[in-house]
């Protein structure tokens, strides 16, 4: 027997209910994670986001993973991968992490997967 919904009601009603949470840490989508840092900061509780999605290259060349955590900004490979959820300016987040996404989605209708095998005009090294 457990709780129907998502992990999120669950903590939520625990703390509704005040049982004693020290610290939660939220590892998934940014999406869940702030949706946690906004359902735990009214209790106070520390809450720790583990910005692992954000990451490109893990090296922090790339600024994919700039991110800004109180007034500092920050780089999930090598300053984290976690960060205080209360401090992370999700709103940035989410419009840096949207801002190529219809060139994404237009993308996708352009490429061909290698699972799928190449039509033979190629110049890579897979063995299709």
Known sequence: MGTRGHAIDALTQKLKDGEKIDRVIAVGCPFMMMVTA????????????????IMLD???????????????????CV??????????????LRDRRAAYSAEEIHSLGRTESVASGHSGQHKCSCPH
């Open 38 to 53: 906004g359902e735990t900061r009214p209790f106070g509780v520390k809450t720790l986001a583990a910005l692992n999605p």
């Open 58 to 76: 893990g090296t922090g060349m790339c600024g994919a993973c700039r991110v800004t955590v109180g007034d500092e900004m920050k780089f999930a």
């Open 79 to 92: 300053d984290g991968p976690f960060f205080d959820a209360h401090l992370i300016d999700w709103d940035e």
